[in-house]
Nanobody
Framework: QVQLVESGGGSVQAGGSLRLSCAAS????????MAWFRQAPGKERELVAK???????VYSDSVKGRFTISRDNAKSTVYLQMNSLKPEDTAVYYC?????????WGQGTQVTVSS
Protein backbone atom coordinates (compact mmCIF):
# COMPACT_ATOMS: atom_id res chain seq x y z
CA GLN A 1 0.00 0.00 0.00
CA VAL A 2 1.49 3.29 -1.14
CA GLN A 3 1.46 6.18 1.30
CA LEU A 4 2.70 9.73 0.93
CA VAL A 5 2.66 11.66 4.19
CA GLU A 6 3.31 15.40 4.13
CA SER A 7 4.42 17.37 7.16
CA GLY A 8 5.89 20.76 8.00
CA GLY A 9 3.01 23.02 7.13
CA GLY A 10 1.85 25.80 9.41
CA SER A 11 1.26 29.51 9.77
CA VAL A 12 3.99 32.09 9.21
CA GLN A 13 4.28 35.78 8.54
CA ALA A 14 5.26 37.12 5.16
CA GLY A 15 8.98 36.81 4.63
CA GLY A 16 9.22 33.71 6.76
CA SER A 17 10.25 30.18 5.88
CA LEU A 18 8.87 26.68 6.10
CA ARG A 19 10.22 23.30 5.13
CA LEU A 20 7.77 20.69 3.92
CA SER A 21 8.57 16.99 3.94
CA CYS A 22 6.86 14.11 2.18
CA ALA A 23 7.71 10.63 3.39
CA ALA A 24 6.87 7.85 0.97
CA SER A 25 6.31 4.19 1.71
CA UNK A 26 5.11 1.18 -0.23
CA UNK A 27 6.94 2.11 -3.42
CA UNK A 28 10.45 2.09 -4.85
CA UNK A 29 11.00 5.77 -4.19
CA UNK A 30 14.16 6.20 -6.26
CA UNK A 31 12.46 5.39 -9.56
CA UNK A 32 9.59 7.84 -9.09
CA UNK A 33 9.47 11.43 -10.25
CA MET A 34 8.34 13.58 -7.33
CA ALA A 35 6.52 16.88 -7.25
CA TRP A 36 4.83 19.40 -5.02
CA PHE A 37 1.50 20.92 -6.01
CA ARG A 38 -0.64 23.43 -4.22
CA GLN A 39 -4.27 24.43 -4.21
CA ALA A 40 -5.58 27.71 -2.87
CA PRO A 41 -9.26 28.21 -2.02
CA GLY A 42 -11.32 28.63 -5.15
CA LYS A 43 -8.38 27.87 -7.43
CA GLU A 44 -7.20 24.86 -9.37
CA ARG A 45 -4.35 22.72 -8.18
CA GLU A 46 -1.06 23.94 -9.66
CA LEU A 47 2.45 22.59 -9.95
CA VAL A 48 4.96 24.21 -7.60
CA ALA A 49 8.09 22.19 -8.30
CA LYS A 50 9.12 18.78 -9.52
CA UNK A 51 12.26 16.70 -9.33
CA UNK A 52 12.78 13.73 -11.60
CA UNK A 53 14.34 10.47 -10.58
CA UNK A 54 17.49 11.71 -12.33
CA UNK A 55 17.50 14.92 -10.30
CA UNK A 56 16.26 17.30 -12.97
CA UNK A 57 14.27 20.13 -11.43
CA VAL A 58 11.54 22.46 -12.65
CA TYR A 59 9.92 25.31 -10.72
CA SER A 60 6.85 27.36 -11.43
CA ASP A 61 7.66 30.97 -12.22
CA SER A 62 5.84 32.11 -9.09
CA VAL A 63 8.24 30.32 -6.73
CA LYS A 64 11.49 30.37 -8.70
CA GLY A 65 14.31 31.74 -6.58
CA ARG A 66 12.38 31.33 -3.33
CA PHE A 67 11.58 27.61 -3.10
CA THR A 68 13.95 24.65 -3.34
CA ILE A 69 12.90 21.06 -3.97
CA SER A 70 15.18 18.19 -3.04
CA ARG A 71 14.97 14.47 -2.44
CA ASP A 72 16.70 11.92 -0.26
CA ASN A 73 16.30 8.50 -1.82
CA ALA A 74 17.80 6.78 1.22
CA LYS A 75 14.99 8.22 3.35
CA SER A 76 12.31 7.97 0.64
CA THR A 77 11.55 11.62 1.28
CA VAL A 78 11.10 14.71 -0.84
CA TYR A 79 11.44 18.20 0.61
CA LEU A 80 10.29 21.68 -0.27
CA GLN A 81 12.22 24.51 1.36
CA MET A 82 10.11 27.65 1.12
CA ASN A 83 11.75 31.00 1.81
CA SER A 84 10.55 34.59 1.47
CA LEU A 85 6.97 33.40 1.77
CA LYS A 86 4.19 35.63 0.50
CA PRO A 87 0.48 35.71 1.36
CA GLU A 88 -0.23 34.38 -2.13
CA ASP A 89 1.66 31.20 -1.22
CA THR A 90 -1.21 30.32 1.12
CA ALA A 91 -2.61 26.96 0.01
CA VAL A 92 -2.81 23.28 0.76
CA TYR A 93 0.42 21.70 -0.48
CA TYR A 94 0.31 18.19 -1.90
CA CYS A 95 3.05 15.69 -2.58
CA UNK A 96 2.85 13.72 -5.84
CA UNK A 97 4.73 10.61 -6.95
CA UNK A 98 4.67 9.77 -10.64
CA UNK A 99 5.71 6.70 -12.54
CA UNK A 100 3.83 6.56 -15.81
CA UNK A 101 1.06 5.64 -16.25
CA UNK A 102 0.08 5.99 -12.60
CA UNK A 103 0.63 8.43 -9.79
CA UNK A 104 -0.03 8.84 -6.07
CA TRP A 105 -1.01 11.79 -3.90
CA GLY A 106 -0.56 12.70 -0.28
CA GLN A 107 -3.32 14.10 1.91
CA GLY A 108 -1.94 17.63 1.85
CA THR A 109 -0.58 20.05 4.42
CA GLN A 110 -1.85 23.58 4.99
CA VAL A 111 0.46 26.55 4.59
CA THR A 112 -0.87 29.93 5.67
CA VAL A 113 1.13 33.12 5.17
CA SER A 114 -0.13 36.29 6.82
CA SER A 115 0.78 39.80 5.78
Amino acid sequence: QVQLVESGGGSVQAGGSLRLSCAASGLTFSIYHMAWFRQAPGKERELVAKITRNGNIVYSDSVKGRFTISRDNAKSTVYLQMNSLKPEDTAVYYCNAVLSPGDYWGQGTQVTVSS
